[in-house]
């Protein structure tokens, strides 16, 4: 059964944010990844960036970001992969998981076992970030009964 296109979103940005060994060490803990081929890449390029004035204005041309992308075959599943950078091999490696990740038969242990953990260092990677944030945070209220 193929996996739903938001739960694909969610094991692709988690495989997009992390680093290639945080990967590499999730999967020395799992089994094998099956055997793939190449369909496309890894390649090297460009995407151009855009933003908005506002939110919600119109859109402008912010910058170029390079990134990597590949595609791979594997037990009959394509796999897909795009990540920020230059980093063919992670993006081979991310390509291999997303197609590994589609198969039943692979689905739950590389879960377990890679998606997960990488989920949880990024949710306190990001508690982290707020944190330091939050203790930076000046509560203007105050300030403002204080002249009274």
Avoid: Y
């Amino acid at each position: 059964m193929p996996a739903d296109q938001t739960e694909r979103q969610r094991w692709m940005s988690v495989l997009a944010r992390a680093e290639r060994a945080a990967i590499e060490a999730c999967l020395a803990e799992a089994a094998p990844l099956p055997p793939h081929t190449r369909l496309r890449g890894p390649e090297v390029g460009l995407v151009m960036l855009r933003g908005r004035a506002g939110g919600g204005g119109a859109a402008f041309n912010l910058g170029e970001m390079t990134v990597t992308r590949c595609t791979v075959r594997a037990e009959g599943v394509v796999g897909h992969a795009t990540i920020a950078g230059r980093d063919t091999a992670k993006a081979e490696l991310a390509a291999r998981l997303d197609a590994a990740l589609q198969t039943p038969t692979h689905a739950e242990a590389l879960h377990r076992a890679v998606i997960a953990p990488l989920a949880a260092r990024e949710a306190e990677r990001r508690a982290a970030l707020a944190a330091r944030a939050a203790a930076t945070r000046v509560d203007f209220f105050t300030l403002a009964t204080m002249r009274s």
